[in-house]
């Protein structure tokens, strides 16, 4: 299995020419494509573990996933919070009610997953152990899919039709320099 690298987001490949990588919404578009290959890899594994037995490099891979999709859902969360949901809390409160329940139960998740994964390392394993973890791990799969599928078909239309009827471009704040 091929590690997964952590993502950087050189400024050149911000999909929305003009806006930079100062642009929240362009960052978040950014970091769906290195999210999906995470979830590819960590689908694949759990598929793997099913269909050939528990092996060391599967769990490995999905490991290495978890901890990567963890720090994906953080930043993906932080950038929502600031920049994003600010934007339609008064206008579509119903849409950010949404945005963080999907969220909340991704973070429970990933949570588990986390458990699981650390159990399993331990040595701390029970009769449902790899059950759980390929439960926890498909659930995860397809929460994170949703997720990003609901952010390009309603949040990012939303925020950009936002943008164009206050004719200024409200997602524009600046990036944090600090942190992750």
Partial sequence: MEPIAIY???ATETPDAGNGQDNPLAV???????ALGSVRNLDDAARSIREKGFTAAA?????????????YL????????????????????AEVKTIREERRVMRNLFAGLVTLVGEIEGGRIHGSSVA??????????TRIRRH???????LTPLIRRR???AGVDPVANPMPTHGH
């Fill in 132 to 141: 759980d973890l390929l439960r926890t791990a498909g659930e995860t799969v």
């Fill in 59 to 71: 769990f490995e891979s999905i490991a290495r996933a978890a901890s990567f999709l963890e720090e």
């Fill in 8 to 10: 950087t987001i050189p």
């Fill in 74 to 93: 953080r930043k993906n969360e932080l950038l929502e919070e600031r920049h994003l949901l600010p934007v339609l809390v008064r206008t579509d409160p």
């Fill in 163 to 165: 943008r164009a009827h």
């Fill in 28 to 34: 978040l578009v950014n970091l769906q494509p290195v």
């Fill in 148 to 154: 990003i599928i609901h952010q390009n078909d309603v």
